[in-house]
């Protein structure tokens, strides 16, 4: 994958400001007028961040603390900053978050704001990603910040050698080629199913032409699409195709060829690329696979949003709209492997002469987000993978398994 140009732009920026921008902390709060802006950014690009932003801050006068925030510790970090009444000022926010956050009050209603912010208007974003992917119960209560669709990953060189000469372009074909791929030796594996997956299982009921929704709105996962889905999940584990082991390291497996075909992000590149260079021109991306009525893969992006009650929002949104300017999202691309959201960055001729680049913004169009009901990843996410998981690792009673996932989501809705 080619270096992009940017980073080093970025890179020398940074080191003439001699970087205005506080290191990162574990701590965070709505500041006063005259203090630092405080930023959670989640998991470890916190150090990155704070190098996109140097420009901002050299400029504003405003200075930024950054507060790195692991993704599994936002929930109770969240739950503290509501009860006590003290939040950040800018938040990004998981997809899956949007609604949890919203419910709890944590995040400013923005549509009154927006005429005094132009750069964070609908029609900066791609189509899809604004709109649907920033409001709740008809409030724009955030705005796009990073993309984040799923590709297959395959090592082109181990499936050559196995007799494999093109990516599967279905799921049936990925299965039998997984197949093929596991039977090179004992520990050996054709694909990799993180055993945290929950949107997984849900992308292979779109592709079957299913939802989870059903049509007032309510979680429905009795469908044939989503037995087609489990039959899939569930096949790969009974092949012996994926590990068993819930620490498996999927960036680790697909380097060592352990694991040679996954479904990931855009961030996964540049792990691969920056860890293992010597496998260029040995791995590549593909387009997820088709299910047996249509292509269909996972928008999973993460937006940025100001803390209900910050002290400082017009600061707030301008960070926010320096955020959204398509230069910016570039650099954060270059630096930080994370797609824009600009539509014209997704635009960008020099961004998309990437042969990879081209694949996630091809991949996009196939993309949707997960449902917005109340708490996915405590609560429906959670049930689904505890059904899957019972079934595939443990050997539980399919249909039992199931009936208890049908029973336990029957009366949520994302009304």
């Known amino acids: 994958m080619k270096s992009y140009a940017k980073a080093a732009i970025a890179a020398a920026t940074v080191a003439a400001l001699g970087l205005a921008v506080s290191g990162c902390t574990s701590g965070g709060g709505a500041t006063a007028d005259d203090g630092p802006l405080t930023v959670w950014i989640m998991g470890d690009s916190g150090a990155n961040f704070e190098q996109l932003v140097a420009p901002w801050v050299e400029e504003s006068g405003t200075e930024v603390e950054v507060v790195a925030i692991p993704w599994d510790g936002i929930d109770e970090r969240l739950t503290t900053a509501v009860a006590s009444g003290s939040g ?23 549509d009154d704001h927006l005429d005094d912010h132009p750069e964070l208007a609908a029609e900066n974003f791609a189509a899809g990603i604004a709109g649907e992917a920033s409001a709740v119960a008809g409030e724009i209560v955030s705005v796009p910040w990073v993309s984040d669709t799923r590709v297959l990953f395959t090592r082109t060189d ?8 093109a990516p599967p372009a279905t799921w049936e074909e990925l299965r039998a080629d997984a197949k093929t791929l596991a039977g090179r030796g004992e520990g050996q594996y054709g694909y990799y199913i993180p055993q945290w997956d929950s949107p997984l299982p849900v992308v292979m009921t779109w592709s079957n032409g299913g939802d989870i929704i059903d049509a007032d709105g309510n979680v ?11 039959d899939l999940y569930t096949g790969l584990y ?9 620490d498996f390291d999927q960036t680790q497996g697909f380097i060592s060829g352990v694991a040679p075909m996954l479904i990931s ?15 260029e021109g040995k791995w590549n991306v593909s387009m997820a696979p088709e299910g047996s009525a249509s292509a269909a893969s996972l928008f999973a992006g993460s937006n940025l949003a ?27 691309y270059a630096i930080n492997g994370e797609l824009p959201t600009n539509v014209d960055a997704l635009a960008d001729e020099e961004f998309l002469s990437d042969p990879l680049v081209q694949v996630y913004a091809d991949q996009l169009g196939d993309a949707r987000i997960l449902p917005l009901v109340p708490n996915w990843d405590g609560g429906v996410g ?6 899957l998981n019972s079934i595939a690792l443990n050997g539980e009673d399919r249909d039992t398994a199931l009936q208890a996932l049908f029973d336990k989501t029957a009366e949520i809705s994302i009304n």
């Open 238 to 246: 009974a092949d012996g195709s994926v590990p068993t082991n819930g």
């Open 220 to 230: 429905d996962f009795d469908t044939p699409e989503f037995n087609e889905a489990v």
């Open 382 to 387: 959670a049930d689904l993978l505890t059904a």
């Open 265 to 279: 992000g855009p961030y996964l590149s540049k792990s691969i690329a920056d860890s293992a260079p010597e496998l």
């Open 158 to 165: 181990i499936l050559a050698e196995n007799g494999i000469d």
């Open 306 to 332: 100001v803390w209900h009650n910050s002290t400082r929002v017009d600061d707030s949104l301008d960070l926010l709209e320096y955020l959204s300017e398509p230069e910016t999202q570039l650099e954060w």
């Open 88 to 110: 950040p000022d800018v938040l990004q926010v998981g997809l899956s978050k949007l609604r949890t956050f919203a419910d709890a009050g944590a995040l400013l209603a923005l």
